[in-house]
C-alpha cells in the first residue's frame, strides 16, 4: 500500500523493519524453486516495474517488485529441429552406454573376466606400472594416468583379479578395471632408496641443528643483543634479513593468503622475538618485532560513513528487538505448548 501510495519499496522495507534483496534475471522453474509456486505465478504474472500481489511460501509473504523482464520468444518447428535432432541424439547416446555399461555390471558379477568383457565390447586393455595409494608411479614419482584418480582409492580397497565398473562422466564414460597384482605394503629394500633416506637422514640431522641455533640466537637476543649481531655471532654467513615496515591496511590490500610470519609478527608483542617453523621442513624464521605504531584515521575517511551506515542498521534492528521484549513484557503471552509440541515434532520428523 505505501509503495502505491508513491514511497519506494526500499523505502517502504525499512520502515517495516526489514531489508530487500535483489535477485538476477531467473527462469520461472527457479524461482519457483527457491520460493514456491504461489510465489513465482504472482511475480511472473505482474508488468515490468510493478509490484507483483503478495504471495505466500514457505517462509511468509513476499513482496516482490519486477524491475525487467527477459522474454524469450518461442521458435517455429524448422528452427527447433536441429536443437531437438540434437537433444534425441544425446539422450538416445545417453541410454545406449547406461545399457551397455548395466549388460557389463551383469557379467562382471557373473564372474566374467576382465579380458572377456573387453573383447566382448571390443574394447583395448591397457595395464599401469606399479602404482602407490597417493597416485604414483611406484619407484619413479610419477603421476598416476589422470582417467585413474577417480577409482585410485577404489582399487586399493579391492581384491586381485575381481574387476568394477565405475562412472566417470554421468551417462557418458565408464571405465572397467582390476587390480591383477598386488604388493603389499613394506619398507622398500635399502639398496633401492638409498639415496633418498640419506638426503631424509641429512634434512632429519639439518633440523635439529637449525633449531638450537634459532634457540641461542633467541636467548641472547633476550639478553640484549640484536637479531642482526645474534645471527652473525651464531654464524658470520647468517646474514640473510628482511626487514619489513608495513601495516595491516596494506597487508589486507594485497587480497593473498597472509604468510605465517607476518601473522606472527601483528600478533605479537613490541620489543620481543620468537621462532616460527617453516612450511615442509625447510628451517625456522626468527620474527623480532621492534616498534609498534598505532594506526591513525582521516576524520573525513568514508570508513566513518560505512561503519556509521552498519552501525545505523544494526541499531535499528535492536530498537524492533527491544520494542518487541517490551510488548510482549507489558501486554503478556500465553503458549500454547501442546500445539507447539505438535509442530516441533512435526518439522523434526518425531512420531
Known amino acids: 500500500a505505501k509503495v502505491n501510495g508513491g514511497s519506494t519499496l526500499e523505502a517502504a522495507a525499512r520502515e517495516a523493519g ?3 534483496s535483489q535477485l538476477g534475471l531467473l527462469e520461472r522453474e527457479a524461482y519457483a524453486a527457491r520460493s ?3 510465489v513465482a505465478q504472482s511475480v511472473f504474472g505482474a ?3 510493478a509490484i507483483a500481489p503478495p504471495a505466500r511460501s514457505g517462509l511468509g509473504w513476499h513482496v516482490v517488485r519486477v524491475d525487467a523482464i527477459d522474454r524469450v520468444e518461442g521458435k517455429t518447428l524448422a528452427q527447433a529441429t536441429p536443437e531437438i535432432t540434437e537433444a534425441l541424439r544425446a539422450e538416445k547416446r545417453r541410454q545406449a552406454v547406461a545399457d551397455l555399461s548395466a549388460s557389463i555390471e551383469e557379467e ?21 606400472s606399479p602404482l602407490t595409494a597417493d597416485g604414483r608411479v611406484y619407484g619413479t614419482g610419477e603421476a598416476a594416468p589422470q582417467v585413474l584418480a577417480p577409482v585410485l582409492a577404489t582399487a586399493f580397497q579391492m581384491e586381485e583379479g575381481e574387476p568394477q565398473i565405475a562412472e566417470l562422466v554421468p551417462g557418458e564414460l565408464f571405465i572397467v578395471f582390476e587390480a591383477n597384482d598386488i604388493t603389499p605394503s613394506a619398507a622398500a629394500p635399502l639398496r633401492d632408496i638409498a639415496a633418498q633416506v640419506t638426503a631424509d637422514w641429512k ?3 639439518g633440523l635439529k641443528g637449525a633449531k638450537k641455533a634459532a634457540d641461542r640466537i633467541l636467548a641472547s637476543v633476550k639478553k640484549g643483543a640484536s637479531l642482526p649481531v645474534a645471527m652473525k655471532a651464531e654464524n658470520a654467513r647468517l646474514t640473510d634479513l628482511d626487514p619489513i615496515d608495513l601495516s595491516r591496511e596494506q597487508l589486507a590490500q594485497t587480497g593473498q593468503r597472509v604468510p605465517p610470519p607476518l601473522a ?3 600478533s605479537m608483542a613490541q620489543g620481543t622475538a620468537k621462532k616460527l617453523e617453516a612450511p615442509n621442513n625447510a628451517g625456522w624464521f626468527l620474527v623480532e618485532l621492534e616498534q609498534i605504531q598505532p594506526g591513525k584515521i582521516d576524520a573525513a575517511s568514508p570508513v566513518f560513513a560505512q561503519a556509521k551506515r552498519e552501525l545505523g542498521q ?3 534492528q535492536e530498537y524492533a528487538t527491544q520494542l518487541r ?3 510482549r513484557d507489558e501486554v503478556g503471552v500465553e503458549r500454547n505448548q501442546p500445539a507447539i509440541d505438535a509442530v516441533r515434532k512435526q518439522l523434526t520428523g518425531e512420531n
Open 18 to 20: 526489514f531489508q530487500i
Open 108 to 128: 562382471l558379477d557373473g564372474g566374467t573376466s576382465l579380458t572377456d568383457v573387453a573383447k566382448t565390447i571390443k574394447a583395448e586393455l591397457t595395464s599401469t
Open 325 to 327: 521484549l517490551a510488548l
Open 203 to 205: 634434512r632429519a640431522e
Open 314 to 316: 544494526t541499531l535499528g
Open 264 to 266: 606472527l609478527m601483528f
Open 47 to 49: 508488468a515490468s516495474g
Open 36 to 38: 514456491s509456486s504461489a
